[in-house]
């Protein structure tokens, strides 16, 4: 494949991948205008969110086993297609539960298209400039989720909120054209590969479990649902691998040292982080701490994701000229350095060391994320991109939500009120220093790996 065509494949998943965290991002500002239109309670928005994020989870690895089978090509053009699908039935819903079922639509278009993205860039581009596009992919990633709430508030000022779920209607088209154009035409890799349907049903019954377990913690319920969710994980992995017809075969993994340590890095990342946005915004919103309006509060927090984007590009060069297990290590640690920071920030701190602390934790989370994509990617073979991609991009999802269930069982302990700001900093402090703390296992993780060896494309 030429440098032309290499770019356009690069501008159709880089649609995906800006598509994805953009929707999530800006359909989160409309939820008040939804509510007051469909006549939705709190409880009923967070059905708009969990039925994305819920369907999206648990198909990222049986999506990703599908398209190593058939091909990602034709996985990522139908996954585009149901996308659009989806988005048009949420802007036209005239009810919250066509709008809900429209999200969990939209969920499972996500999960075909963006558990693939990282293995179909792996496939397309070199391992001497894989790194690279990662990271220029990642920052894409991050772009989307710091444009998102600004889009997301003017279009719902102007057009109102079913103008943000049409927004996305012009960049499905183009990745979608460009992939059906110059995507290649990968077809499965062998006869006798087949899909373990029953195996994928446990899977996602595991997950499904875990995930909602977790948004019930530390209620009686929720403790039941994960614990069910831990017995069937161990469960379907002794009956994954023997079957012939694995999901995820951890028989390919098995002794992959360098596959293990940095999928675990990748998860207690998101865990030990993915928080921090939500802490700060309650931090800087108190009407007893900062008593900032949300629209100030959220010019401060777009340093962090900002960062991610300017910083991203160059850490994923830098992971395909030096050992990048050490820069993402590296990277580590600036984040563990962050949460530190946060850990003892007192509600008189100025607003300028906030906004430097989120700079460096934004600079950190950029030089983890882009090499460790590297590494993984190259640690395996071609023939598994895709479940190794959906393994990674799962990761990453239990980590948000396990910071978000460790978050709230903590407000829980220390009975955070909005009325009470000792309560609430006490919950503040006490979790960015159990982050901190989960933080430098990552590190440890990270930086115990070994030395990742690339694969090509074309390797076995």
Not at 302 to 326: I, K, N, T
């Amino acid at each position: 494949m030429n440098k032309r065509d290499k770019r356009l494949v690069f501008v159709a998943v880089s649609c995906a991948s800006f598509l994805a965290p953009y929707t999530g991002s800006a359909i989160n500002v409309t939820l008040p205008t939804i509510g007051v239109e469909l006549g939705m309670n709190h409880a009923m928005l967070q059905y708009v969110v969990s039925a994305y994020v819920t369907m999206n989870a648990i198909l990222l690895v049986p999506f990703g086993r599908l398209a190593d089978i058939y091909g990602r090509r034709v996985f990522f053009q139908v996954g585009m297609v149901i996308f659009l699908a989806a988005h048009l039935v949420c802007a036209f819903a005239p009810n919250s539960w066509v709008l809900i079922a429209g999200r969990g639509m939209g969920g499972i278009a996500a999960s075909m298209f963006f558990s693939n993205v990282i293995a179909i860039l792996s496939s397309v581009f070199d391992i001497s400039e894989r790194g690279k596009v990662l990271g220029i992919n990642a920052s894409i990633v991050y772009i989307g989720l710091t444009v998102g709430p600004f889009i997301g508030g003017l279009l719902t000022s102007w057009w109102g909120w079913r103008s943000v779920f049409l927004s996305v209607v012009p960049l499905v088209v183009i990745g979608f054209t460009l992939a059906w154009w110059k995507l290649p035409r990968d077809f499965r890799r062998g006869n006798s590969a087949t899909f373990n349907l029953p195996g994928s049903a446990h899977y996602m019954t595991m997950l499904v479990l875990f995930i909602l377990g977790l948004s019930a913690l530390p209620g009686m319920n929720g403790a039941l649902a994960v614990g069910a969710s831990v017995v069937l994980a161990i469960l379907f992995f002794r009956k994954d691998g023997r079957s012939a017809s694995p999901l995820i075969n951890a028989s390919r993994f098995r002794g992959n040292r360098v596959f293990l340590f940095s999928n675990l890095a990748n998860f207690i990342q998101y865990l030990s982080a993915f928080a921090t946005t939500f802490l700060l915004s309650l931090f800087l919103q108190n009407d007893q701490i900062k008593n900032l309006s949300p629209h100030a509060a959220g010019i401060i927090l777009l340093a962090q994701p900002l960062m991610q984007a300017l910083f991203s590009p160059l850490a994923g060069a830098l992971s395909d000229r030096f050992e990048a297990r050490w820069i993402a290590s590296g990277g580590m640690a600036v984040t563990a350095a962050g949460l530190l920071s946060f850990s003892f920030l007192p509600p008189t701190a100025p607003v300028y060391l906030i906004v430097m602390i989120l700079v460096c934790q934004g600079i950190g989370f950029a030089f983890f994320t882009s090499p460790n994509n590297n590494i993984v990617m190259g640690s395996v073979s071609s023939d598994i991109y895709g479940i190794a991609s959906g393994i990674l991009v799962t990761g990453r999802v239990l980590g948000m939500s396990l910071s978000m269930a460790a978050t709230a069982v903590v407000f829980n302990v220390f009975n955070s009120q909005r009325d009470r700001p000792d309560a609430f900093l006490n919950s503040f402090h006490t979790l960015f220093a159990i982050f901190f703390l989960l933080s430098l296992l990552g590190i440890a993780c990270s930086a115990a790996r070994g030395k990742g060896k690339a694969r090509s494309a074309a390797g076995n």
